[in-house]
T-cell receptor, first 113, second 114 residues
């Protein structure tokens, strides 16, 4: 089975500052990796995903994540955050040949004006 | 386009009462379907998933059960609720046969057991 560890439960950051949300995974097989965002009392929305190919993946709103197989990590970064980025962020892993998706415990990002 | 609906959105139930949460997907056929529970500070816990009608896989033994009576319908049930069943329940779907696909989530059902 696969598992995900999000190392930071809460990350406060000032507006326009850079941010990194950390995610490490564990798996004995090839995996796909995902970052989802959740706004209060809503479902989860896909932010970006790594399936294969380039290890650096980007979202349309300025986030990026880099797949690092040797460190089993998939950290999410943004060079300059906005107030609207305040939300809960979840890292998820899925086996390349499986049906299950496993999520981390989430990181609450708070952008301070 | 595909859509996913969950209901009810909010539910307050006494301990020992039954539960039924419903999830329906529109605009696709034979999706994989999932139930997750989100408890405060504990992330998303995979409860059940289904790859077809009547096919249910349980990830954790507990007080809940799931059924898939129709291709695009997924139901989460309990005969007797416990306090620990409180949480935010999320239904999700994925295209079948496409292992590279992501999950698409519904808006969630918030259950409070008193």
């Amino acid at each position: 089975a696969q598992s995900v560890t999000q190392l930071d439960s809460q990350v406060p950051v000032f507006e326009e500052a850079p941010v990194e949300l950390r995610c490490n995974y564990s798996s004995s097989v090839s995996v796909y990796l995902f970052w989802y965002v959740q706004y209060p009392n809503q479902g989860l929305q896909l932010l970006l995903k790594y399936l294969s190919g380039s290890t650096l993946v980007e979202s349309i709103n300025g986030f990026e994540a880099e797949f690092n197989k040797s460190q089993t990590s998939f950290h999410l970064r943004k060079p300059s955050v906005h107030i609207s980025d305040t939300a809960e962020y979840f890292c998820a892993v899925s086996a390349a040949t499986g049906n299950q998706f496993y999520f981390g415990t989430g990181t609450s990002l708070t952008v301070i004006p | 386009s595909q859509t996913i609906h969950q209901w009810p959105a909010t539910l307050v139930q006494p301990v020992g009462s039954p539960l039924s949460l419903e999830c329906t997907v529109e605009g696709t056929s034979n999706p994989n379907l999932y139930w997750y529970r989100q408890a405060a500070g504990r992330g998303l816990q995979l409860l059940f998933y289904s790859v077809g009608i009547g096919q249910i896989s349980s990830e954790v033994p507990q007080n809940l059960s799931a059924s898939r009576p129709q291709d695009r319908q997924f139901i989460l049930s309990s005969k007797k609720l416990l306090l620990s069943d409180s949480g935010f329940y999320l239904c999700a779907w994925k295209r079948t046969g496409l292992n590279t696909g992501e999950l698409f989530f519904g808006e969630g059902s918030r259950l409070t057991v008193l």
